[in-house]
């Protein structure tokens, strides 16, 4: 019964993901074949959906002998009770690639880091001589926007590709069960795949000799907040001692002395406190919002405080869902009157989880704990292994859409799709929840979910979207009534039958989908 149930979830997942790969090949067939210049890259996408397509649909007919093969061959490094879920890889690739067809004038080679890495994915999860033999073709469309790149360019692009794919090896030894195969694929994009633009900037700068790097404020600081987190995960991996205190403060201390280092590059300062207080005062309105802010990350810190002597329990989802809310309170005003300062916080905010995730992991004196015990009692059923990412995972969830628009410099004027993370799992997946476990009486093929939590959800985002002119000038209803609501409905279908983390997939799915409503 177990197994009936897991596999018609497993179908209804497909059904919706091939049909969103569908429905993508339409758009850009419609939109972009006849006049783009990126015809190579829209054809590798195309070609890449495919071989995806294949990938997921094919297990779920033959699940039994998949599954035998799975057990018998791999150690359980990944997820238990989770399909690989290798769609997911798929989610930012086809983000980047349909902006790049509305924005054609928008730096390709990122676009291609990410196809190439959907590429590396396929051929680790199955290295079999015909993934490989077409893995290699599909590359191959790649070949000419490859050679056409000056040699900087083209040696940081192959180093970033040989890291991945070292990374996809070790990662699940090291941390197994705290992931599937998709979500570390999207982790591995978010992470590598700014790193191209910050590396090639670098050498040319060092190459012409450049004293100082120009960027926008907002871009400095979210610079400086990624370069000490990478750098201190860096030097956590490489120093090795016994006391975790020792190994954690000199590891983020180096990390800070070289964000000081990069500090001067950008701002002529190791410690510009005029050119932050400058951004941070720059309009009444922003003042508002760090206030506003402030009060919400007090109140999450209270009810983390207050809530850490309950007992852990893994099913405590109705509590967990207050941060969901909380987040929303930081968000919703944040998209609609300072998307710039959101874009900054979101970063440093990000940073601060990520230390605060490395304090608990080793275990460092007094805070270690502390976060260990706040942190149990919140625990997701999908926190197997030894890493916490469901807080992760649910602020990058909200900040993805805005990072990839700042990312490829994409028109702020349709403010829609920004909202793909606050919709899915801010209105949509909380509402799912909280109808679900109170009055939800019909279950989705014997699983958790339920029809009422996924109606719920479907008509709270609609109401959402409805709402939201009153507080923002921009009307994004007009004329797109029907395709809004089949995309909110396709969403909440994808959450009430994916074993995927939704706080992870959710919203990239959606914002793939709301940013086809732009042409």
Not at 31 to 50: E, W, Y
Not at 100 to 125: I, T
Not at 436 to 450: A, D, N, V, W
Not at 459 to 474: A, D, E, G, N, T
Request: charge should be positive; glycine fraction near 6%.
């Amino acid at each position: 019964m177990i197994f009936r149930s897991e596999m018609r979830l497993q179908l209804m997942e497909s059904a919706v993901i091939v049909g969103f790969y569908c429905y993508m090949c339409y758009f850009w067939n419609q939109n972009f074949v006849k006049d783009t210049k990126h015809f190579n890259i829209l054809g590798c996408s195309v070609c890449a959906m495919l071989l995806m397509s294949l990938h997921q649909v094919v297990p779920v007919i033959h699940r039994k002998a998949s599954k035998d093969q799975e057990t018998a061959d791999q150690p359980q490094v990944y997820r238990n009770k989770s399909d690989p879920g290798l769609w997911c890889s798929l989610l930012i690739p086809l983000a980047l690639t349909t902006n790049l067809c509305l924005y054609p004038e928008v730096d390709k080679m990122p676009v291609m880091l990410a196809l190439v890495f959907v590429a590396l994915h396929l051929v680790h999860f199955n290295p079999s001589t015909v993934t490989q033999l077409t893995c290699a073709g599909l590359l191959y469309w790649l070949r000419e926007d490859f050679l056409s790149k000056e040699r900087p360019e083209q040696a940081v692009f192959v180093g970033l590709c040989v890291l991945v794919y070292i990374l996809l090896g070790k990662i699940p030894g090291v941390f197994p069960q705290s992931f599937t195969d998709g979500e570390l694929a999207v982790c591995l994009q978010s992470v590598i795949i700014p790193l191209y633009p910050v590396l090639v900037i670098s050498y040319k700068a060092l190459q012409r000799g450049v004293t100082n790097i120009s960027l926008p404020t907002s871009i400095s600081i979210s610079l400086l907040a990624y370069a000490g987190v990478m750098m201190g995960s860096l030097f956590i991996c490489t120093i090795r001692t016994r006391n975790s205190a020792v190994r954690f403060l000199l590891s983020y201390g180096l990390a800070l002395v070289a964000v000081l280092f990069l500090s001067v590059k950008l701002f002529g300062s190791p410690l510009p406190y005029r050119v932050l207080l400058h951004f941070l005062m720059e309009s009444k309105v922003r003042v508002y919002l760090l206030v506003w802010w402030s009060v919400l990350v007090l109140i999450s810190l209270c009810v983390t405080m207050l809530n850490q002597n309950n007992k852990p329990s893994k099913g405590r989802t109705r509590v967990r869902k207050i941060f969901h809310i909380l987040i929303l309170g930081v968000y919703v005003p944040g998209l609609l009157y300072d998307a710039v300062l959101l874009f900054t916080a979101s970063w440093v905010a990000l940073g601060c989880l990520i230390i605060a995730e490395t304090v608990r992991l080793l275990q460092v004196p007094v805070f270690g704990p502390l976060l260990q015990k706040c942190y149990s009692v919140f625990l997701s059923a999908q926190d197997e292994g030894r890493l916490i990412l469901t807080p992760i995972y649910l602020l990058v969830g909200f900040s993805l859409p805005l990072w990839i628009h700042t990312f490829q410099w994409c028109d702020f004027s349709d403010v829609l799709p920004l909202f793909a993370g606050l919709l899915s799992v801010g209105v949509g997946d909380t509402m799912a929840s909280v109808v679900g476990s109170t009055i939800g009486k019909h279950k989705i093929f014997g699983s958790h979910k339920t029809v009422e939590g996924t109606v719920a959800s479907i008509i709270f985002q609609l109401i959402f979207i409805f709402i939201k002119p009153y507080f923002s000038p921009v009307d994004v209803l007009h004329n797109r009534l029907v395709p809004v609501t089949g995309i909110v409905a396709a969403t909440s279908l994808l959450e009430a039958s994916t074993s995927q983390i939704d706080n992870h997939v959710l919203p990239l799915f959606m914002y793939n989908l709301l940013i086809t409503l732009k042409s």
